[in-house]
């Protein structure tokens, strides 16, 4: 599984950002799909999954502003960001787990400033 993430961008505080994660490869809906993050100086936090069965998980400090869907007729998840805040700043990473295969896609930079 190949995985190419886009949407990161330059955004204001308060403004909004999709990312998508584009999977190649078979069997895209087998796969739990997650978004990490990594801002300098810190290590990479989980910031959303989606299950092979649909159910989500958010990390805390998204709960309410990120929603993490998938779209399994297009090989692709999504990070839709709201309400974002310049600690949301970060190299975003989608990764696809089928245990006990994980990928990793190459990451998109989200920056929060105004």
């Known amino acids: 599984v190949q995985l190419q993430a886009s949407g990161g961008g330059l955004v204001q505080p308060g403004g909004s950002l999709r990312l998508s994660c584009a999977a190649s490869?078979?069997?895209?809906?087998?796969?739990?799909m997650s978004w990490f993050r990594q801002a300098p100086g810190k290590s990479r936090e989980l910031v959303a999954t989606v299950t092979s069965g649909s159910s989500t998980n958010y990390g805390d400090s998204v709960k309410g502003r990120f929603t993490i869907s998938r779209d399994n007729a297009k090989n692709t998840v999504y990070l839709q960001m709201n309400s974002l805040k310049p600690e949301d700043t970060a190299v975003y990473f989608c990764?696809?787990?089928?245990?006990?295969?994980?990928?990793w896609g190459q990451g998109t930079q989200v920056t929060v400033s105004s």
């Open positions: 490869g078979s069997m895209f809906s087998l796969y739990h």
């Open positions: 990764q696809a787990v089928m245990a006990p295969r994980i990928y």
